[in-house]
């Protein structure tokens, strides 16, 4: 069973940046990708971005390419968004994800395809 834990979230004025962190526990934590998705109420939970947790690769949603920077630090089994110009539109629960050890493939956008959740990490831009 893995647990992820996420920080980070916060109240930040539109231009202003954040980064969100997702601890990781349930040794040994195995996993090819995390994955983070956000939501706003009445809305789907929609793909933010994903980093290859063996090569580091990243991968974007297209409102979010150039402004926010995914990461992991392999050591330390914790995922990082960086969120940077944030504007009133990034309002949402930041939530990260991975998928189960046994899956074989994992379409990284889709939230179908993840196992295990953070709690969710409330982000608020205000103007």
């Known amino acids: 069973h893995v647990e992820l834990v996420e920080s980070g979230g916060g109240v930040v004025q539109a231009g202003g940046s954040l980064r969100l962190s997702c601890a990781a526990s349930?040794?040994?934590?195995?996993?090819?990708?995390m994955g983070w998705f956000r939501q706003v109420p009445g809305k789907e939970r929609e793909f933010v971005a994903s980093v290859s947790w063996i090569s580091g690769t990243p991968d974007y949603a297209d409102f979010v390419k150039g402004r926010f920077i995914v990461s992991r630090d392999d050591a330390e089994d914790t995922g990082y968004l960086q969120m940077n110009d944030l504007k009133l539109d990034d309002t949402a629960l930041y939530y990260c994800?991975?998928?189960?050890?046994?899956?074989?493939?994992?379409?990284?956008?889709?939230?179908?395809?993840?196992?295990?959740w953070g709690q969710g990490t409330q982000v608020t831009v205000s103007s």
């Open positions: 349930g040794r040994p934590f195995h996993t090819t990708v």
């Open positions: 994800a991975v998928p189960d050890s046994t899956r074989e493939w994992t379409t990284v956008a889709d939230a179908n395809d993840y196992d295990y």
